[in-house]
Structure formats: structure tokens, C-alpha cells
T-cell receptor, first 107, second 116 residues
Framework: GENVEQHPSTLSVQEGDSAVIKCTYSDSASNYFPWYKQELGKRPQLIID?????GEKKDQRIAVTLNKTAKHFSLHITETQPEDSAVYFCAASLATFGKGTHLIIQP | NAGVTQTPKFRVLKTGQSMTLLCAQDMNHEYMYWYRQDPGMGLRLIHYSVGEGTTAKGEVPDGYNVSRLKKQNFLLGLESAAPSQTSVYFC???????????????FGDGTRLSIL
């Protein structure tokens, strides 16, 4: 089955700086890669996703890149703000999630 | 639309007791999922369903059973609760996607379950 590795487990950045979270996957047949944000005590919510026929996708300050050859994809958040503090999860295949990254935005 | 609704929100059980967690969605989604979330472990798939009357095992199915008798409902059962099943349980649903492939999942608010 699919296996998803996510790094780092914790990321602390200064407000206004960029943050990058990376994931690798094992199943070359996977074709859909969503990212979810989970605030403390809340449900995970989709923030951006990418399909295997696209290399990059942007939505305002958030972007995702996909390298199918290397089987890895990354979440990029620019100009980070306090409200970006949360746990971020990547996923691949039907329902295989990474273990999450706790993003901390330092004022 | 309420989206995905989980019942109950909190529950405390004693070891050996049984209970059923209910998930209901009003988005006419074909796929439904049950996850457990433990600190540092992310979201782990327990069971899932790709349509009414169908269920399949996920990564951590032992100790749980599920049923999908109606398209809008997905039930998770614990027959004999154990302390290791203390966790936050999330239900999710999604469209099948058809030829366009997998679709985003919509999550409920979770059920916090403690087994003493």
C-alpha cells in the first residue's frame, strides 16, 4: 500500500518569512495530493491540492509543487502570518496521510 | 448544508463496554471514511466505504466494525472497548471523482473518546 513521509514534524518561522513542508510517497500510481490544515481542536480542512498532470499550483500565499519522478511534493507558504499557525497534513492515494507538521509562526 | 456531522462529540467508556459512533453527511458523497488521530501519529484510516452497502479495511481496522446501510450514514462500532482505543475519531466523506480521480475529503468535527 501507499506510504507517505512528511518532514519536518515541527517548523518554527518568523512572521513574514516563508515556510516549506515536504512529503514523499511510495506508490507511483498515486495521482492526487491534497494538503489539509488543522487548527487546535478543529477539523482538518483542505487548503490546496494538486493532481499528477500538473507540476505546480498556486492560491495567493500558498503553493504546492509536485515532482512525480522523485515522488515528492511540497507545500510553500509565503509571507507567513500568525493565523498560519496550525498542523498541516499532506496526503496521497485514497486516504494515506503524513504524520503532520506543526507550523509555529513567531511574532 | 450541515456537511459532515458526528455524534457524539465526547464519550467516556469503561474497558469492555461497547458503543457506536455515528457519521452523517448531506452532500450525497459516495465515499466515507473513519480515522483515528493520536498525538504524533497523524490521521490513520480505520475503515472506509466506496458506496452504500460496501465497506473495506484501512490501516488500523482491528477492534472496530463499520456499516453503511444508507448512503448518508457511516457507523463505527467498538464491540469491546480497550484503553488503546482512546483517541479522537474523525469521519470524512468525498465524491468518488469518477474519471477525474480522487476528490477532497470533508471532515466532521470529531469525537473525543476516552476508555478507562
Amino acid at each position: 500500500g501507499e506510504n507517505v513521509e512528511q518532514h519536518p514534524s515541527t517548523l518554527s518561522v518568523q512572521e513574514g518569512d516563508s515556510a516549506v513542508i515536504k512529503c514523499t510517497y511510495s506508490d507511483s500510481a498515486s495521482n492526487y495530493f491534497p494538503w489539509y490544515k488543522q487548527e487546535l481542536g478543529k477539523r482538518p480542512q483542505l487548503i490546496i491540492d494538486i493532481r499528477s498532470n500538473v507540476g505546480e499550483k498556486k492560491d495567493q500565499r500558498i503553493a504546492v509543487t509536485l515532482n512525480k519522478t522523485a515522488k515528492h511534493f511540497s507545500l510553500h507558504i509565503t509571507e507567513t502570518q500568525p493565523e498560519d499557525s496550525a498542523v498541516y497534513f499532506c496526503a496521497a492515494s485514497l486516504a494515506t496521510f503524513g504524520k503532520g507538521t506543526h507550523l509555529i509562526i513567531q511574532p | 448544508n450541515a456537511g459532515v456531522t458526528q455524534t457524539p462529540k465526547f464519550r467516556v467508556l469503561k474497558t469492555g463496554q461497547s458503543m457506536t459512533l455515528l457519521c452523517a453527511q448531506d452532500m450525497n458523497h459516495e465515499y466515507m471514511y473513519w480515522y483515528r488521530q493520536d498525538p504524533g501519529m497523524g490521521l490513520r484510516l480505520i475503515h472506509y466505504s466506496v458506496g452504500e452497502g460496501t465497506t473495506a479495511k484501512g490501516e488500523v481496522p482491528d477492534g472496530y466494525n463499520v456499516s453503511r446501510l444508507k448512503k448518508q450514514n457511516f457507523l463505527l462500532g467498538l464491540e469491546s472497548a480497550a484503553p488503546s482505543q482512546t483517541s479522537v475519531y474523525f469521519c470524512a466523506s468525498s465524491y468518488s471523482g469518477g474519471q477525474t480521480g480522487n476528490q477532497p475529503q470533508h471532515f466532521g468535527d470529531g469525537t473525543r473518546l476516552s476508555i478507562l
